[in-house]
């Protein structure tokens, strides 16, 4: 149960596509660049809706187990993002995360959560808050790169910010060089619990509204290892019509998750 819940609450802020028609066209770096320039580049990059709707699949493999998800995801920008999931066509779940909290219910378990960012955390091996989770869906670094400390390097063809914090926490963001679009970000813990959160981005799509991945594809390392792939088959802009509806089931049992 614990397994197919985490499953569905991580699935929700990843988002991806495999077509490859209208992608953006991406350069290799070959000259250096300031960490400034490369920040400055990389939030150049359009992303202007007011909400976003993608409809989309998605797999999840962790602790031996897979599962394959049907998702209508909904963002209203620096809001909410609502997630339904359904199975061969039945209803399996139901997500809404705000900048509060995180909520959920299965209907096949009856059961519901409520509560803060920590669940997402600890199973991503990050902290996590709203903004970070929109980001990860729309392509952007999680952290505000203008805030932190970093060096900049060439590695592979891509440009890449390093930092570490006070906390031990390591931090990667590597960017392609024609628009300073993101391709990889990771997050290492290499403590006594060590983790590590790894996030790829194939390529990217020019919308009417934004630039978006066309894939992503993670890898949470903690106790478990746990690999989540999403593609969307359909992306729309400011639909008038889009609604954010949620509301728990009668009869729905509450659970806590340590």
Not at 40 to 54: A, C, S, T, V, W
Request: glycine share 6%.
């Amino acid at each position: 149960m614990k397994k197919i819940t985490a499953a569905l609450l991580l699935i929700t802020v990843l988002v991806s596509c495999k077509s490859k028609q209208g992608l953006v066209s991406e350069k290799n770096a070959e000259k250096e660049k300031s960490v400034k320039e490369i920040v400055k580049g990389h939030y150049e990059n359009p992303l202007e809706f007011d909400n976003l709707q993608i409809r989309a699949g998605a797999h999840y493999e962790g602790g031996g187990d897979s599962y394959n998800f049907t998702l209508d995801i909904r963002v209203k920008k620096d809001e909410m993002i609502w997630v339904n999931a359904t199975v061969m066509g039945f209803p399996v779940a139901k997500a809404l995360i705000t900048k509060d909290k995180v909520s959920y219910y299965v209907n096949t378990q009856k059961e519901y959560f409520e509560g803060d960012f920590r669940v997402l955390s600890d199973w991503l091996g990050t902290d996590l808050d709203y903004d970070k989770v929109q980001n990860i869906i729309t392509g952007r670094a999680m952290d505000n790169l203008a805030d932190g400390k970093y060096k900049a390097s060439l590695e592979e063809g891509l440009y890449k910010l390093q930092g570490k914090e006070d906390n031990g926490v390591f931090k990667e963001f590597l960017f392609e060089a024609a628009n300073l679009l993101l391709k990889k970000q990771v997050i290492e813990y290499k403590g006594y619990e060590p983790q590590k959160l790894t996030v790829n981005y194939p390529g990217f799509r020019k919308h009417e509204k934004s630039v978006m991945p066309t894939g992503v594809m993670v890898e949470a390392e903690k106790a478990d290892k746990v690999y989540i792939e999403i593609e969307y088959k359909n992306v729309t802009f400011d639909n008038e019509d889009l609604r954010f509806t949620y509301k728990v089931p009668q009869g729905m049992d509450r659970i806590f998750i340590e």
